[in-house]
């Protein structure tokens, strides 16, 4: 089993910068590719980024326009997004996602087993 936590949204302003954090534990050694998805208020879900555990390489949804990028930290074994200029159109809670399968693409919320309880990022205009 693979626990997620996620850390870092709040409320910001417009323009603003944030890092959200995943730390993952458990059967970590299972995992091939960890993302992020994001849902915003009475919207569908959506995938933002995701970057492979074993080849560092990378999955970028449209939505974001490269303001996000998606990075990690092998030694804790965490996740980041820093998300750039953010705007109102970004507000939304952001979820942590692990998968032990393997696919050429990681763009499909049911390629993954582990989800993290989201945290939320609200920004005001």
């Known amino acids: 089993q693979v626990q997620l936590v996620e850390s870092g949204g709040g409320l910001v302003q417009a323009g603003d910068s944030l890092i959200l954090s995943c730390a993952a534990s458990g059967t970590t050694y299972s995992v091939r590719v960890m993302g992020w998805f994001r849902q915003p208020p009475g919207k569908e879900r959506e995938f933002v980024a995701a970057i492979s555990w074993i080849d560092d390489k990378t999955y970028y949804g449209g939505s974001p326009l490269g303001r996000f990028v998606i990075s990690k930290d092998n030694a804790k074994r965490t996740l980041y997004l820093r998300m750039n200029n953010l705007g109102p159109e970004d507000t939304a809670a952001y979820y942590c996602?692990?998968?032990?399968?393997?696919?050429?693409?990681?763009?499909?919320?049911?390629?993954?087993?582990?989800w993290g309880q989201g945290t939320q990022v609200t920004v005001s205009s």
């Open positions: 996602a692990a998968s032990t399968y393997y696919a050429d693409s990681y763009l499909d919320a049911e390629l993954y087993d582990y």
